[in-house]
């Protein structure tokens, strides 16, 4: 990473049927899927950079940039579930 660079927090989801990526801090809407972590990580990538060179540094979200990212679980009753 070079002195100008920016970290991205991504967040890669596996799913049934592959994997699901997206940039946290990134105005505008950018995802990718691949059918494995590795593949999906790299289209994520690819995706942020194409998403950077055509809207410009202005997509970056400074005011929302998550210093950390937590994934937690909870139960709701069956009744509401439906």
Do not use: C, N, Q, W
Not at 2 to 25: Q, S
Not at 48 to 56: A, Q, S
Request: hydrophobic fraction near 45%; proline fraction near 2%; avoid cysteine.
């Amino acid at each position: 990473m070079t002195a100008a660079a920016k970290r991205i927090k991504l967040v890669i989801e596996k799913h049934e049927d592959g994997y699901v990526a997206y940039p946290l801090g990134l105005k505008g809407v950018v995802v990718a899927h691949g059918d494995s972590y590795e593949k999906a990580l790299a289209e994520v990538r690819s995706a942020v950079r194409f998403h950077l060179e055509t809207f410009g540094s202005e997509v970056l979200d400074e005011a929302s940039e998550a210093e950390e990212v937590f994934i937690a679980e909870t139960e709701v009753p069956g009744e509401l579930a439906r």
